[in-house]
């Protein structure tokens, strides 16, 4: 199962979409770190910003990338020889063309805001309502050619959360999303579409996961620093599916691993280590209001059997079997059957994914952000280091809050983002959405800019 992860630089070879097998790990798709070997590092105090009217060598430069990005060619007459040895042309076109497929064609330049002559921020926007962020450096004299470009956030356009919501309706397949503020248990709802909609959620699901090693820790039956042999081995994302078996390895180091990179053997190994069962016990604990339909709990590794095709049409006879039904294929043909001779195509469209999967509701992601927001207070208890390794925002954006968690997944069809947010006034929120479609592959940085944009919007109507 997958996991979107946001870092900086962004041209990452690991991160681009694989049909099959790969994490989430996902760098605002298709953006990459496009720079030469002029590309400022540090930038100083912006000067004055510029409009679009103005023709400074800049001005023209971020002109000339919006029509690059329609139009990739004749790249000699825009990068300097330096930027495009780092960054080939055919690799800039695979770059620009991964964006007007995401987010349709480049419109204009939003605003570029200098931090010296040759140097500054911009921001592009596209037709799908998406305004990407790139700092941009140009030689000093002319020809001006651009010499490092960076692509460093991209977000919806949208100017408030009900604009948002509007958007996120008029996506294919459904949409739910819940906005709110924590007061002690309870959600108080700022925002929401679809709040109590029950779908599938990929790797988010691990926080189920978390909550009940959270809990074991809590009552003194583990610790952190509990080391166990590695014995389970699934299939990436993650790394740890190339490490011998038998391995030692830290309860914090499977927990750190299972979330912020969402090793799928890092999860396998936790769900054995603490039992299927009462994990499905920790979904009605940590507040899922329909937990059975999760039932049983799966492991990643027997996600992928199933979904591979252990048998001919063996996913739709899973499905149709009671849980009772289900736990017997576990424990006979899904344990028996090789992981080495699952279909190498299983996920290349959606795959029954509304009655294969692990199910949530944004309210109920609330919930178990909430829970282990509750849960993790005491001190030495390391479940919240452990949610904000990866924030999956701009870093930008999260150092306007004083906490940022994190739990995102998806498999095609599929995407959920959670984020657990403490303002600067030390109040506390959940930012939670899904999409699902049952029918196609998702634009997956489009709904990646959604999320991000509620984040911000919603620092601004709390004025945090």
């Not at 105090?45 to 000339?64: F, G, I, W, Y």
């Not at 921020?121 to 309502?129: A, L, R, T, V, Y």
Request: proline content about 6%; some cysteine.
């Amino acid at each position: 199962m997958r996991h979107r992860k946001f870092k900086y630089p962004f041209l990452d070879e690991a991160v681009k979409i694989q049909p099959m097998f790969r994490g989430l790990c996902w760098n605002l798709v298709f953006l990459g770190t496009l720079t030469g070997a002029s590309c400022a590092q540090n930038r100083t105090a912006p000067h004055q910003m510029v409009s679009p009217q103005t023709t400074s060598p800049l001005e023209k430069r971020a002109n000339d990338i919006v029509a690059n990005i329609n139009t990739p060619k004749d790249f000699e007459q825009l990068y300097s020889s330096d930027f495009l040895a780092a960054v080939p042309p055919a690799k800039l076109t695979e770059i620009y063309s991964g964006l007007t497929t995401q987010f349709g064609k480049a419109v204009r330049v939003q605003k570029v805001v200098p931090s010296s002559p040759s140097a500054g921020h911009i921001s592009i926007q596209f037709e799908k309502n998406m305004v990407a962020g790139m700092n941009l450096d140009i030689q000093n004299k002319a020809p001006f050619l651009v010499t490092g470009l960076v692509i460093t956030s991209t977000e919806n356009g949208s100017s408030s959360l009900e604009d948002l919501i509007g958007e996120l309706k008029a996506l294919p397949g459904q949409t739910a999303l819940s906005v709110v503020k924590l007061d002690g248990s309870k959600l108080v709802s700022i925002a929401a579409h679809n709040p109590d909609k029950s779908l599938a959620i990929g790797s988010t699901f691990k926080l189920y996961v978390l909550s009940e090693l959270v809990r074991n820790i809590a009552a003194g039956k583990r610790h952190w620093g509990d080391v166990i042999e590695l014995k389970e081995a699934s299939l990436p994302s993650g790394f740890l599916q190339t490490w011998p078996s038998g391995s030692p390895i830290t309860l914090h180091t499977l927990a750190s691993l299972m979330i912020s990179i969402s090793d799928n053997t890092a999860t396998d190994q936790l769900i054995t280590t603490l039992g299927r069962e009462p994990i499905e016990k920790m979904m009605a604990t940590a507040g899922n209001s329909n937990p059975a339909r999760s039932f049983p709990f799966l492991k990643t590794v027997e996600m992928f059997k199933i979904k591979g095709e252990t048998q001919p049409n063996f996913a739709s006879n899973y499905a149709a079997k009671s849980i009772a039904g289900r736990r017997q294929l576990l424990a006979t043909a899904v344990a028996t059957f090789p992981k080495e001779k699952i279909a190498p195509d299983f996920l290349t469209k959606p795959n029954h994914i509304d009655k294969i999967e692990w199910f949530a509701s944004p309210n109920d992601l609330a919930r178990v952000m909430n829970w282990l927001r509750l849960h993790s207070t005491s001190t030495g208890d390391k479940a919240r280091g452990v949610l904000s390794i990866n924030k999956a925002l701009p870093a930008e954006e999260a150092a306007q809050w004083n906490y940022v968690g994190y739990k995102g997944g998806s498999e095609t069809g599929v995407m959920s983002m959670t984020y657990l947010l403490q303002s600067k006034k030390g109040d506390w929120y959940v930012v939670s959405g899904t999409w699902n479609n049952e029918a196609a592959p998702l634009n997956e940085g489009q709904f990646a800019g959604f999320m991000t944009k509620a984040v911000t919007l919603l620092r601004g109507r709390i004025k945090s």
